[in-house]
């Protein structure tokens, strides 16, 4: 099992970098902190 964890830093641009890291490294488990991000964008970017 994999886990990620990451502060965002409130950086709203994100969601790629987050995509790139749980796709590439086939995490299980990604908790993000300071995340103000838009997370339906990454859901959806993830189950696609």
């Given at each position: ?5 990451w ?42």
């Open positions: 099992m994999k886990i990620v964890f502060n965002t830093c409130k950086n709203t641009m994100i969601n790629p970098y987050i995509r790139d890291i749980i796709i590439d490294n086939k995490v299980d488990i990604a908790i993000l902190a300071e995340y103000h991000a838009d997370i339906s964008n990454l859901k959806d970017m993830l189950y696609l």
